[in-house]
């Protein structure tokens, strides 16, 4: 396959970019996103401070945008994310305890309503523990210890069709407590039949040439509990190929990896743009982690 979507679609799996609904208009961007890359996700545009910013005022217009161009295309659509610490609307900080718990709530009815039927998956939760593997601190976590399961929950019934994700950073690392404990929670939610389908790992990979340890072991594992995992917004610092080409064969090694996502088109779109950590040059050519890449799908 010559393209980085249609490789892994030959393994059943999906190849997929983060978005940015300011930069469409580019032609380069929007030529290699649409040719490259065959699931999209808003890299801002889903986020609450953007869908709520204000009490009950929903506001769709840059998200539907990502959307319609993507569905224009043949290309699915991750949401991402109804419920995390950062980019909250501005009045979530003016609120707690029940009445911010009740507006996480609506938030995610409102939101998941308006895209009912419409996606491939949502990060119901991002990014809610410690280094150590110990519960974040933050407004949401202040509602009591119960908000994610109940957030996932609220997603359930809100649009039973859509798989809903856990996502986070620094659980690539079998042997690292943040990893533990997700893993941690992902085993009690099955437990309990609290819902959920998959876990995102962010995948922001920085310096060297190794992998994280173990980290095929890490998506096996995680695999092994019952849910499907994805790498969900991959970047390497210097786009490392050794990095680039290893991400990809843990998750081709991994029945239950159903797909890579790259956080942005080209190195200069990347919000980690002075590390060129993206697949793509500021030109918009490809790189040698492309190659590495595309060998391995
Ligand atoms: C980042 C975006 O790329 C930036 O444009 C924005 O300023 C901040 O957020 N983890 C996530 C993503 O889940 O939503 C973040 O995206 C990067 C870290």
Partial sequence: ????????AQSGRYFGTAVAAGRLGDSTYSTIAGREFNMITAENEMKPDTTEPSRGNFNFSSGDQIYNWATQRGLKVRGHTLAWHSQQPSWWGGISGSTLRQAMIDHINGVMGH?????????????????DGSRRQSN?????????????RTARNADPSVKLCYNDY??????????QGVYRMIQDFKSRGVPIDCVGLQTHFTGGSSLPGNFQTTLSSFAALGVDVALTEVDVTNSSTSQYAGLTQACINVPRCIGITVWGVRDSDSWRSNESPLLFDGGGNKKAAYNSVLNVL
């Avoid at 396959?1 to 892994?8: H, I, N, R, V």
Wanted: aromatic letters at 14%; proline letters at 0%; zero cysteines.
């Fill in 115 to 131: 895209y009912k039927g419409k996606l491939a998956a949502w990060d119901v939760v991002n990014e809610a523990f410690n280094e």
């Fill in 170 to 179: 620094n659980i690539e690392n079998w042997s690292y407590g943040k990893t």
């Fill in 1 to 8: 396959a010559s393209t980085l979507g249609a490789a892994a």
């Fill in 140 to 152: 949401l976590q202040g509602t009591g210890n119960d908000w994610i399961e109940v957030a996932f």
